[in-house]
């Protein structure tokens, strides 16, 4: 049995429909809310900041699964699909860039050094940042250098925390949180993969988590303004972010019957990853066309609050459009044509 088959059959559909759910909260993220109460639209986003590690973890977790059988860990076909994917979508929001800004901020992305970790489009950093994650925990792995790997970890995950919400050193040469917060993937991915290797909370324990994790955050956000009066707002990474998102992994990956909904999963399993690369896209000419009819409509507090699920919508119906009448363009832009295992 090969590695890609081994993946499909430890799949499960509560993985998937939480893949799906963490699609939605992407989007909530990279959304604005001016007119909704402060309070709420602080919670809705503390509370959708599980995302990005929980994708960290669950590619850790299948990652392992696909080296079940290999002696050496094998990344050069994931790797490969995730540098075109990179690669290519960076060309697709090129004009998105030029006219958001103009031409030269075009060359000024794609020319920099700093290419190599956000592509043309910042969210792009997901993708470049599994690339760098799966290949340090290879070459952690072929050196046998596991407690490398394991205090790696955990100093990644405390330099995004002090250039991030606590402050707490005035260094000469500051990373600033957008460098930093790019090495997160090793932690989370180590993580999934040791999920995998050691097993994985039970239900019971990821609530728990999950319960303290939302109260960590809340604490937190109020903490870090009253120390450092920095806005609760804007925060990306909390250190309660973590048992939240360990959490909401290990929900999923105890298959609960009563998480298992096959239209959802099936969605969250075949676009999760296109949602995540499509959607300021699709925000972009949306938000162009509906604001050009009814300008006012972006102010309205019923509109901020509909526009992420109506986003995610639209993003699966062109999604699923695309990979039924254009199968090979699907293939294409999502490196299906590479073999990811």
């Given at each position: 049995m090969n590695s890609t088959s081994v993946a499909n059959q430890n799949r499960?559909?509560?993985?998937?429909?939480?893949?799906?759910?963490?699609?939605?909260?992407?989007i909530i993220l990279h959304l604005e809310y001016p007119a909704l109460p402060g309070d709420f639209a602080i919670l809705l986003r503390l509370l959708s900041r599980w995302a990005i590690p929980f994708f960290f973890i669950i590619s850790g977790y299948y990652f392992a699964i696909q080296n079940t059988d290999n002696r050496q860990l094998q990344t050069q076909k994931t790797v490969g699909r995730l540098i075109w994917i990179f690669l290519l979508w960076s060309i697709i929001y090129i004009p998105v860039i030029a006219d958001q800004?103009?031409?030269?901020?075009?060359?000024?992305?794609?020319?920099?050094?700093?290419?190599?970790?956000?592509?043309?489009?910042?969210?792009?950093?997901?993708?470049?940042?599994?690339?760098?994650g799966y290949l340090f925990i290879a070459f952690c792995d072929q050196f046998n250098l596991k407690y490398i790997l394991i205090l790696s970890s955990v100093a990644f995950v405390v330099i995004a925390l002090i250039n991030g919400p606590y402050p707490i050193f005035n260094t000469l040469y500051p990373l600033g949180?957008?460098?930093?917060?790019?090495?997160?993937?090793?932690?989370?991915?180590?993580?999934?993969?040791?999920?995998?290797?050691?097993?994985?909370?039970?239900?019971?324990?990821?609530?728990?988590?999950?319960?303290?994790?939302?109260?960590?955050?809340?604490?937190?956000?109020?903490?870090?303004?009253?120390?450092?009066r920095l806005s609760a707002y804007?925060?990306?990474?909390?250190?309660?972010?973590?048992?939240?998102?360990?959490?909401?992994?290990?929900?999923?990956?105890?298959?609960l019957r009563w998480l298992r909904w096959t239209v959802p999963g099936n969605w969250g399993r075949e676009y999760s990853l296109g949602i995540y690369l499509i959607h300021p896209l699709v925000i972009y000419i949306v938000s162009k066309w509906v604001y050009s009819f009814v300008p006012k409509i972006s102010e309205t507090a019923l509109w901020q609050a509909l526009f992420p699920v109506i986003m995610l919508g639209l993003c699966i119906l062109l999604l699923?459009?695309?990979?039924?009448?254009?199968?090979?363009?699907?293939?294409?832009?999502?490196?299906?044509h590479v073999p990811a295992a």
């Open positions: 499960n559909t509560s993985v998937d429909t939480f893949r799906l759910l963490a699609a939605l909260c992407v800004h103009d031409f030269n901020t075009v060359l000024q992305r794609v020319f920099s050094p700093n290419f190599i970790f956000f592509g043309s489009f910042l969210h792009l950093w997901f993708i470049s940042s599994l690339i760098f949180f957008g460098f930093s917060n790019h090495w997160l993937s090793i932690p989370f991915l180590t993580v999934g993969y040791y999920f995998h290797k050691k097993g994985y909370p039970s239900w019971w324990l990821s609530l728990i988590l999950i319960v303290i994790g939302a109260a960590a955050q809340v604490w937190e956000v109020r903490f870090i303004y009253h120390q450092y804007q925060h990306e990474f909390l250190i309660g972010t973590i048992p939240f998102a360990l959490g909401m992994t290990g929900l999923a990956l105890n298959n699923s459009m695309i990979q039924r009448w254009l199968p090979r363009l699907f293939n294409f832009l999502f490196g299906k």
